[in-house]
Every structure is written in structure tokens, then in C-alpha cells.
């Protein structure tokens, strides 16, 4: 079944490279599938290296003219493209859960999600200011000047698809660079749209490119873009792997990386805790767009004292979700992306059960009348998880919910820290001490305390350790996309 928006335009069909929306330079297409019937609905170009190439071309031949914009006209067209994004959030929204799978409520709410990228960048655009340096010696003025990069490669993931690509963008744009971007092959469609309304706001030819591509032929268009010295800075959010693939790859033409890359949350419940605070707390952090986003907790930890209580409350709260496609408006849970996605959340409930986890609920694949295809899984809780579990060790990225019991604060905090990742961590405590001794004990980029929902457009986002580097949104999401030059001018 095709999908209707009230502006068919915004799914072009193509990408756009410099001024034209066009075909892969093959021609070839690239299917794309709704995650709720598993069946395929639209299509767009499956591009190529050559396409990667022009619109590098295009990016590289459109930054001496944008780089020269004055930033207050830079704001007002970001500015613009957050009115066109608000005034049509119920096709994006419509768009997002089409292609991505989470409830049409959480694919609106997506798309304010990302237009506050783009307002809050609008506004940092006119106060990139640099610094006057008093000199050291008489006859001297030294200045730091900050510069766009040049052309930002910015590389999206599937589970947040206008959210992640905004806050890419942006910055980019915001800094006055040009940029060429790829989506993830499961959802090109929103970004397609977002980068028609960045058009229709006035971005001029050439600094936005996208460029669409299958899993298979993602590695000739970013290698396109690797080998290319004109690319000077890459953007990147997915996973840890491809995050190290991307700066290995960077390093023959030394481009500057921003990696937000994959996590491993933890979420510490202490016997001081408000439990019905923190029950809630792991349901919004957990539950958002059904587990897949890179900040969910992933291992939860419960003091002795009030384990029990919350694993019950916790049970009763998932076991009641509802589980359904985008188009019930009761949804609150909707498919995984795909097959793979789904395989992986179940083979890591099956080996938490071998070792010893106990189901209080869900831990099934779900089919039935309402969950009509192969990509719905129960929401689950596992009580007894361990660090030996496959769960406690990668990213589970689904609804499964493995919570281990602890006895002291350093054993937890060793527990909490016993990962190569480092981007998202949360904790529910009352006392004042151990906030202060715990916030700063955790290697985390974020760090949530008595609060599940963290990501802010005024908020550096990012992680550390092998989650990657650099941040998104706050003034360093604008920093991320300069460098400073330093200016010295004597003789006076
Ligand atoms: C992510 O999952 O990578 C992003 C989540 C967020 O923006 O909160």
C-alpha cells in the first residue's frame, strides 16, 4: 500500500545532487519496506560511487559562496526550515512511522524533536563568535577566528530518522559548511522530505546533498567520500564497529570525526530511591521507539532492599504495553526495524534464559491479528540477569529489560563501569552524598539522575570510552563543525 501525504511532493522519489533531484547514475532502485507488514511501499535511488563523487563536486563548488553568507541570513533559512517542519509534521510524522515502525504519536513528536535541532542552531549561527587575545607584546593583535570545516559527510542511522539527520545538518550549515549525506537504506524517505522543505527554505543549490543506497552499495558511496580529501569532517551516529571502520579510514586525509556510536546503558535503582520514580523513569527511558535507541538502558541494577518491589511494579507496567502497528493510535510499542533486529533481541532473551534469567515477562516473537508480521517482539523483563549474558554485554536494541540485583554502591558502580561503552548512564537515589559520589564515578557522556528522558536540543550529546566522540546540540554541536584560526597581525 502506497502512502498519502497532503504534500505528495515530499517524497521525491529521488536524491538530490547540487541543483537536480535525480536517479542513481545507474539507475538502479532501492526498496523500501514498512517494518509492520514487512512488505515493500516506495523506493528511491539505490546510488552510487559516481553519485557519492558529484555531489561532493557540488558541496565542494557551493562552500566558497555559503561559507561567505552572513550568518544572520544562514539563521533565517534554518529558521525557515523549522517552520516547514513544524507546519508539516503530520506527514513527516506520517512518513517516520511508515518507514521506521515506532506510533504515529512518537514520529510527530520526532519531528519537533528535530526541528528544535534546527531552531536551536539557527539561533547559535549568529554567535559563533571568536576571541580578541591580549597581545603579549606592543604593536600586535592576535585574534581566534573560527571557520567552517568545508564539506561535513554526515552518515545516519535508522531509529531516529529526521531527529539524527537534523542535528547533522544544522550545525553544518548553521557553521557554514556544505554538506553530503546518506541515510540508512531502512528509512531514506524521511530524509529525502527533510531535505525538499531545506530547499524550499532557500538552502541553495549545492550545500545540501543527499544521496540514498542499499546496505550493499553504502560502502562505495562512503568510501567515495573517504578517499575524498575534499571532505573534511565526517559525522557519524551507528554503530561502534563502523565508527572505528570510519576513523581508521579517515586517517589518510586526517578529517575531523564526530562518532556517536553504540552504548550500554546502566540504570541503578538504590534502596533510597522513590521505586514508583524510578519504575516510570526505566519506562520512558526504555520504551521510547520500542528499545531501539542508542541511550536505553540496556543493564538494570536494583539494590536488595527494594529489588523485589520493583521488579513487580516494573512487570506490571511493561506486561501492560501495548504492542501494535503505527496506524492503531493505541500503539505504544511498535515493530522492529527488520528481520535481523529481531533475531538478535530474541537470541539474547534465549541465552539470558540458558543462563539462568527468569521471564517474569513477555520473552517471545508476538504475531497475531493486530501484530500482523514477522517484526513484533513482547516487551520483556528479566530478573536474575548477570554480567555474563549476551544482554549485559552488547546492545540489546528492543524491549527487554534484564535487571540484576546488587548489594553496595562500589560493587554497582564497578558493575555500571565494566563496559567498553560509555554514552548514557541513569540513577534513582534520595541522597544528596551519593548523587554527587555516583554522577561523578560513572564514565558516561550523559548522565541521568531521577530522570529518564535526557536528550535536549540544549544539551551536548555524546558519549565517551568506545562510544565515540565529539557532541550534538549545545554551543559544542556548533563547535564540532569549526576550527579555530588564529590571526596575527603586527606591525601596528
Ligand atoms: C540515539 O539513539 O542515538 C539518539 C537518541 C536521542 O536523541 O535521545
Known sequence: ???????????????????????????????????????????????????????????????????????????????????????????LGHLISREQGKPLAEGKGEVLYAASYVEWFAEEATRANGEVIPAPVTGRRMMALKEP?????????????????????????????????????????????????????????????IVTASRERTPGVVDAWLDDARVRKITFTGSTPVGKHLARRSADTLKKLSLELGGNAPFIVFDDADVDAAVEGLMVAKFRNGGQTCVCPNRVFVQAGVHDAFVEKLGARVGALQVGPATEADSQIGPMINARAVDKIDRHVRDAVARGARVV??????????????????????ANA???????????????????????????????????????????????????????????????????????????????????????????????????????QGQL
Open 386 to 488: 548477570d554480567a555474563t549474558m549476551e544482554c549485559s554485554c552488547e546492545e540489546t536494541f528492543g524491549p527487554v529489560v534484564p535487571v540484576t540485583r546488587f548489594e553496595t554502591e562500589a560493587e554497582v558502580v564497578a558493575a555500571a563501569n565494566d563496559t567498553p561503552f560509555g554514552l548514557a548512564a541513569y540513577f534513582y537515589s534520595t541522597d544528596v552524598r551519593r548523587i554527587a559520589r555516583v554522577a561523578d564515578a560513572l564514565e558516561s557522556g550523559l548522565v541521568g539522575i531521577n530522570e529518564g528522558a535526557l536528550a535536549a536540543e540544549a544539551a551536548p550529546f555524546g558519549g565517551v570510552k568506545e562510544s565515540g566522540y565529539g557532541r550534538e546540540g549545545s554551543v559544542h554541536g556548533l563547535e564540532d563543525y569549526m576550527h579555530i584560526k588564529y590571526v596575527c
Open 149 to 209: 570545516v568545508g564539506v561535513v559527510a554526515a552518515i545516519t542511522p535508522w531509529n531516529f530518522p529526521a531527529a539524527m539527520i537534523a542535528r547533522k545538518i544544522a550545525p553544518a550549515l548553521a557553521a557554514g559548511c556544505t554538506v553530503v549525506c546518506k541515510p540508512a537504506e531502512d528509512t531514506p524517505l524521511t530524509s529525502l522530505a527533510l531535505v525538499k522543505l531545506a530547499q524550499q527554505a532557500g538552502v541553495p543549490a549545492g550545500v545540501l546533498n
Open 361 to 382: 515477562v513477555g520473552g517471545e516473537r508476538l504475531r497475531s491479528a493486530r501484530c500482523d508480521g514477522p517484526n513484533y517482539y513482547a516487551p520483556t523483563v528479566l
Open 1 to 91: 500500500m502506497t502512502l498519502t501525504l497532503d504534500r505528495q511532493d515530499l517524497m521525491p522519489g529521488t536524491h538530490l545532487i547540487g541543483a537536480e533531484w535525480r536517479e542513481a547514475s545507474d539507475g538502479h532502485r532501492l526498496d523500501v519496506t514498512d517494518p509492520a507488514t514487512d512488505t515493500v511501499f516506495a523506493s528511491v535511488p539505490d546510488g552510487t560511487a559516481a553519485d557519492a563523487r558529484a555531489a561532493v563536486d557540488a558541496a565542494h563548488a557551493a562552500f566558497p559562496a555559503w561559507r561567505a553568507v552572513p550568518a544572520k541570513q544562514r539563521a533565517q533559512i534554518l529558521k525557515r526550515w523549522n517552520d516547514l517542519m513544524v507546519a508539516h509534521q503530520d506527514d
